[in-house]
């Protein structure tokens, strides 16, 4: 079972739930797909780590053999490609490493190299499997490293997906099974809740939602999902004591009887729900 993690901004404890529900599974994998920061490894620090390099794949064009003909450049929907000064010039930042130039290139002109992007970190706390994603400072697109991390998912997985709703998101939610929405009972929270709960609709995902830093009920929050027939999962009391905890590193599971209840009663949902 695949359990991705959403929530619509940074902040809203996404990795809270997600690192928590991981020590609450047991024997379970946790993937940090936040490649840009990830933090989950402060929370469950691994153990005989192993790092592999991941390299995106470019496109190289052979001159002597290029014709012209541009069809690579009218091929590419992203536009990671122009023809200038009678040659193509590929944009690295935009380029998805699909392949398709090299596919339509008639004279086989087109060939593919890697470019590092990030390292994948491998390890283990306790019985839960850590993979981490790390992107290189300056890159553009975590894409190809967010699916080389997806690759490792193995039994129950836990995906810590991006905050947002941005394609890298939609990447670590295609496969899941399941998508908890974390939400801040915020006005500003709750807007960008709904947008990541439209993501997960229009990828048919079911969905529940879990509430964190509640002091109380925030109506438009509650409303909204009585009307999307959203469940919410549990309900993370604003309080002093777990975010202190949280603050240092501590993994609240093992910590806080509150949350150990909390983060037991949600794994047990969730199973019964996919």
């Known amino acids: 079972m695949k359990i991705a993690c959403l929530s619509g901004k940074g902040g809203a404890g996404k990795t809270l739930v997600a690192v928590n ?36 794949l470019l496109p190289a064009f052979d001159a002597k053999k290029c ?27 935009v380029c998805h490493s699909c392949g398709g130039c090299a596919l339509v290139c008639p004279e086989g002109a087109v060939s593919e190299q890697k470019k590092p992007v990030g390292v994948l970190e491998t390890g283990r706390y306790g019985d839960i499997r850590v993979i981490t994603g790390i992107l290189h400072p300056g890159e553009a697109s975590g894409i190809p490293l967010i699916r080389a991390a997806l690759r490792q998912a193995q039994g129950d997985t836990i995906i810590d997906c991006p905050p947002g709703s941005a394609c890298s998101v939609m990447e670590c939610v295609m496969d899941a099974d399941y998508c908890i929405l974390v939400a801040e009972p915020t ?31 925030y109506a438009p929050l509650e409303a909204f999902c009585r ?33 150990r209840q909390i983060f037991t009663a949600l794994w047990a949902q969730i199973g019964g729900a996919v």
């Open 67 to 93: 014709t012209g003909c541009k069809q690579c450049v009218s091929f590419c929907r992203f536009h990671a490609l122009m023809y200038v000064k009678e040659k193509p010039v590929v944009f690295p930042e």
């Open 227 to 259: 009307e999307q027939g959203l469940p919410i999962l549990a309900r993370i009391p604003y309080d002093r004591t777990l975010a202190a905890q949280a603050a240092a590193g501590r993994l609240v599971f093992r910590h806080s009887d509150t949350a």
């Open 187 to 217: 006005a500003f929270g709750f807007h960008n809740f709904k947008m990541v709960h439209e993501l997960a609709a229009l990828l048919h995902k079911p969905c529940g939602v879990v509430i964190n830093k509640q002091e109380q009920p």
């Open 21 to 56: 529900l991981a020590a609450a599974a047991g024997c379970a994998t946790y993937i940090d797909c936040d490649v840009e920061e990830p933090n989950g490894r402060l929370f469950l620090p691994p153990q005989e780590t192993t790092q592999t390099e991941i390299c995106s």
